[in-house]
Nanobody
Framework: QVQLVESGGGLVQPGGSLRLSCAASGSIFDFNAMGWYRQAPGKERELVAAITTVGRTNYADSVKGRFTISRDNAKNTVYLQMKSLNAGDTAVYYC?????????WGQGTQVTVSS
């Protein structure tokens, strides 16, 4: 069974930075792609960033230039480095892994941007 465990969320002031981590229970090479989604209150879950097995990345327009997704294959971990955070980034952030037709999700980690 695939387990994805997120960490690194918290409260940060506008303009601040956070790094989220997603640790997988097995090799992340098993997944076609991994990514981060977020869901703010009253809104649908949206893709923030994704990275494929070969390192190809994709970002939502709203985070381009501020967020960076990366992976450490040796640690079976995917990261989301977030900079220049603003109130619009406040949400629960979920790690996602895709393998074939299957999607796997972590439990989510709260990110709150507030002064």
């Amino acid at each position: 069974q695939v387990q994805l465990v997120e960490s690194g969320g918290g409260l940060v002031q506008p303009g601040g930075s956070l790094r989220l981590s997603c640790a997988a229970s097995g090799s992340i090479f098993d997944f076609n792609a991994m990514g981060w989604y977020r869901q703010a209150p009253g809104k649908e879950r949206e893709l923030v960033a994704a990275i494929t097995t070969v390192g190809r990345t994709n970002y939502a327009d709203s985070v381009k230039g501020r967020f960076t997704i990366s992976r450490d294959n040796a640690k079976n971990t995917v990261y989301l480095q977030m900079k220049s955070l603003n109130a619009g980034d406040t949400a629960v952030y979920y790690c996602n892994a895709q393998r074939g037709i299957h999607d796997y999700w972590g439990q989510g980690t709260q990110v709150t941007v507030s002064s």
